[in-house]
């Protein structure tokens, strides 16, 4: 089994930032791609960023150039950069991570998994 651990979410000033983090542990032996999705009330779940293993980022393309994602692949653990946020980019944002885990024995899976989702509130 995997886990990811989201961190960083928050109640932030129309204008300000915040720094999301998710870290993944388990059973892994590779992570792939990972990404940040978003879901606000009343839409349905919707791309923010993803990250290939190579730190190539893809982003939606209304969000460019506010948000940057990255990640960490010694510590398993991508990050979402939000700058410049608006009362619209609030949701409860999402990881998502692509892993090759260690089933046992000679054994291996490829699996989606997702974090519990972190609150980001933008308001004045």
């Known amino acids: 089994q995997v886990q990811l651990v989201e961190s960083g979410g928050g109640l932030v000033q129309p204008g300000g930032s915040l720094r999301l983090s998710c870290a993944a542990s388990g059973s892994i032996f590779s992570v792939n791609a ?3 999705y978003r879901q606000a009330p009343g ?10 293993s ?7 393309d ?7 994602i ?5 510590k398993n653990t991508v990050y979402l950069q939000m700058n410049s946020l608006k009362p619209e980019d609030t ?3 999402y990881c998502n991570a692509d892993v090759t ?20 509130t933008v308001s004045s």
């Open 34 to 36: 990972m990404g940040w």
């Open 43 to 52: 839409n349905q779940r919707e791309l923010v960023a993803t990250i290939t």
């Open 54 to 60: 190579r730190s190539i980022g893809n982003y939606a």
């Open 62 to 68: 209304s969000l460019k150039g506010r948000f940057i």
């Open 70 to 74: 990255s990640r960490d692949s010694a």
């Open 91 to 93: 949701a409860v944002y």
């Open 101 to 120: 885990e260690h089933l046992g024995g000679s054994s291996y899976g490829r699996v989606s998994y997702w974090g519990q989702g972190t609150q980001v």
